[in-house]
């Protein structure tokens, strides 16, 4: 099967193995895993970032290394349920050097659609530049969108900034913290009852809620 062939939706194990065998460009030459996903095989709402990292690609899960931490830790700040939520990238291979390649992009992009499909999300939230323009080309610079809820095909989505972007600066970091926060009120306005009610805490404490486990099921 190719996520570009006709013919009836697959179920989401037969998508899995379709991907796990992908060779549409060249980084799958380079590749340890495939990294499709990690999270709830119903989320209500996925996080989309650009492209494994090295310990992304030794795991084979999205975002397991130092910015998943970051992201892990807003999940449960959040208090996002463990069965609602997932994540997943625009390409699902590793690029050496961590330079995204743009054309794994395109010939990632079928898949992209195929697990938008078979996830069927309420909410997308883009994690990075990379990630919001896959969906709004035409958007503008990460950190002008971050916090600037749209609407994507018909579905609410929420640019922020890359996790990892937030290690480079303090700005960064604190713009983060602000679009979560805003986050949690647009998540409570879409899906009133989804998250759990405890209000985020100030940066420093502990996180609340027991953190959820690093990789769940593909
Ligand atoms: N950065 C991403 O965009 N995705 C990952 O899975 C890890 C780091």
Redesign the pocket.
Known sequence: MSATTGGDTPSWEEALEAMQGCAACGLSRHRKNV?IYRGARRPRLLFL?????AQ?DESGF??V?K??QLLDRAIAELGLPADGYGIT?VVMCHPPGNVFDPKAAVACRPWLELKLALLAPEVIVT??GRALRALEPTSGRPLAEAGRPRSWRGRPLYPML?P?ATFRRRAFRDQWDRDLERLRSMVDQWMPGFLSCSPIPPRGSAPVGSPPSSVAFK
């Open positions: 990294v970032g650009e492209a494994p990292g992304e999205p975002f290394g910015a998943g990238n994690l990075g890359h990892a």
